[in-house]
């Protein structure tokens, strides 16, 4: 589904049709599960595992033109746990050039996922209302390893669920407009709500990702060792308890 502006596309979501109930057997530890990853949902991206009877509308892909990559900081110079893991986190290590360090990002992200993923700014965005028609989304499972070539979420997938867009009353139609001013993003939204309403498809389930989780972690790095943050950032707590088992993990 396109969104237009008269100056042309402003953004695009694809949507695969699929079951809902097999999201409600994940555990977080099941990397084999067929929904655990973004390739084993799409069939790796050919939507061959679209099911025409699935009571749920996956939105996979939603891309905005005005969406850009913030720019990484400059972590300063000098020593200490803290500053270490940001410079280690900015280097993009993966598991093939550098598998001591991907492990230790990994324990790093493991201890702060459920602080963290709710206030991500792409949760943010799917919690809030759209509209004026269909209310936020909810969080439904959070999956390690599920993107593990996505650095920037920490690969993580995200699997979150609108309020249920078919009606049991058939003589309720879905909103085809709003007098609410809304953003490419949220009429993307509003559009696949809309299609699964007309399908008489329950939910739309989007297949998300936690796009600030790296970033924010460097950030909070950074700030702990300046002496600058403060206990109200997400991530403090849980990055101050990593830090202080680091020096005896790094040996």
């Known amino acids: 589904v396109g969104a237009w502006h008269w100056s042309g596309l402003v953004g695009t979501i694809s949507c695969l049709r699929r079951h809902w109930s097999p999201v409600l057997r994940i555990t977080e530890n099941d990397p084999g599960h067929p929904y655990s990853t973004w390739d084993s949902l799409t069939a790796e991206g050919t939507f061959d595992s679209a099911e025409p009877d699935g ?30 893991l940001a410079r280690m986190l900015v280097s993009r290590a993966d598991s093939t050039s550098a598998p001591e360090a991907a492990a230790t990002a990994a324990a790093l992200a493991a201890a702060c996922f459920k602080d963290y993923i709710p206030t991500d700014y792409v949760m943010r965005f799917h919690s809030r209302p759209k509209g004026g028609i269909l209310d936020g989304a909810r969080i439904v499972k959070i999956i390690p390893r599920g993107r593990p070539s996505d650095l920037d ?12 867009a078919a ?22 939204v509003l559009a696949a709500a809309r299609l699964a309403s007309d399908l008489s498809i329950r939910v739309v389930a989007p297949y998300s990702r936690p796009a600030g989780f790296r970033y ?21 707590d849980a990055v101050i308890a990593f830090i202080r088992k680091y020096p005896k993990q790094s040996g």
């Open 167 to 188: 009606s049991s009353d058939k003589t309720s139609v879905f909103p085809s407009s709003t007098d609410t001013d809304v953003s490419s993003g949220e009429a993307l």
């Open 153 to 164: 979420s920490m690969g993580y997938n995200v699997i979150m669920a609108y309020p249920e």
């Open 55 to 84: 009571d749920a509308l996956f939105c996979v892909a939603v891309t905005t033109m005005d969406s850009g990559a913030r720019p990484w900081p400059t972590v300063p110079e000098g020593k200490g746990p803290a500053l270490d």
């Open 216 to 236: 924010s972690l460097i950030k909070t790095l950074m700030a702990i060792a300046s002496g600058s943050t403060t206990r109200d950032r997400p991530l403090h």
